[in-house]
């Protein structure tokens, strides 16, 4: 998938970021019991915190555990969570599915790609398929949905991303009680509306070197010298505006063990990636980043 909704580690506590580390590796590992060996090279930091926000646990339990990434060193992870079960038929069926879209939309080489990946991962889907039929389906709808949109040339930011939103709140299906899922399912749908948008953003150059469909191109334009500043002030405006709704929705869930990071998330985190977008400067940070968390 993506990777923009994450933390931002200069403002949490060292055991905030350790809990968010154990996290990581309870849902790697939860892929591959659920899913199998292969599902677990999906994990990202968008599923992580998918993983967190539909934990309903006040404290968390942890195991000590070697794995393929650190096969002499054990490492700690959040283990007896359901939401990490979930959290990973979920990151399954939407990472293949995105796979399959790439298949159609992609050039002949990244088709092929993308068909050989989603063919690796199809043994993971039919297993997180079996135990989520209607997420499936509604993910299935969504972006065929999309598709459309995008065969259509669509120049509304917001119908395409709508679009992409419905697919993630359709996540907040899993909640206990019908309170919690009705704020889930806003914080969900402004952070896939979010992701969306900053998606756009960020392969915006590629994807006009590649007259590859985004629709900030159809809105604002096929410009060899990329977004205006004026073009960027108005994608901040609608980012901020979805993030100003997932923060105001947090405020209202009932706090579990991660509550910490998952506010951390929406106040710090993603606004930082979405500044690190528009400036250009995302893609390296990300790689830092991630380096930092599968190395620790």
């Known amino acids: ?17 350790e809990e968010f580390k154990a996290v990581y590796c309870g849902l790697c590992h939860a892929l591959k019991r659920k899913c199998g060996f292969r599902a677990r090279f999906i994990v990202n930091y968008d ?12 404290v968390t339990e942890h195991e000590f555990k070697r794995c393929v990434a650190s096969p002499f060193k054990k490492k700690c992870l959040v ?10 038929d979920y990151s399954v069926i939407l ?55 995008e065969r259509g040339n669509c120049d509304s930011v917001d119908m395409a991303a709508d679009k992409f939103a419905l697919i993630l709140a359709a996540a907040s299906g899993g909640a206990v009680t019908e ?11 402004h952070i896939g509306r979010a ?29 060899e010298d990329g977004l205006t500043e004026a073009d960027k002030a108005e994608i901040k405006l609608t980012l901020t ?8 929705a947090f405020e ?10 998952i506010e951390n998330t929406a106040d710090y985190g993603m606004p930082f990636v979405m500044d690190k977008i528009l400036s250009g400067q995302w893609r390296q940070a990300a790689r830092n980043d991630r380096r930092g968390v599968e190395k620790a």
């Open 195 to 223: 992701v969306y948008i900053m998606d756009a953003a960020d392969d915006f150059e590629e994807d006009l070197q590649r007259n590859m469909y985004n629709v900030l191109i159809n809105r604002f334009g096929a410009r």
């Open 241 to 248: 505006h979805s993030v100003n709704i997932i923060i105001s």
């Open 79 to 88: 283990v007896q969570d359901p939401a990490l079960d979930l959290a990973a």
């Open 95 to 149: 990472t293949y599915w995105k796979l399959r879209d790439g298949v159609s939309d992609g050039g002949f080489a990244e088709a092929l790609s993308m068909r050989f990946l989603s063919l690796l991962l199809r043994g993971a889907y039919k297993k997180a398929v079996r135990r989520n039929p209607e997420f499936d389906g509604l993910t299935r709808k969504g972006l065929g949905e999309l598709t459309e949109l």
């Open 47 to 58: 599923f992580v915190f998918l993983a967190m926000l539909l934990s309903e646990k006040r």
């Open 1 to 17: 998938m993506f990777g923009y909704v994450r933390p931002l580690k200069g403002e949490l506590k060292v055991r905030e970021y």
């Open 252 to 261: 209202l869930l009932e706090p579990n063990a991660f509550h910490n990071i």
């Open 179 to 189: 309170e919690r899922r009705r704020i889930l399912y806003q914080a969900l749908y």
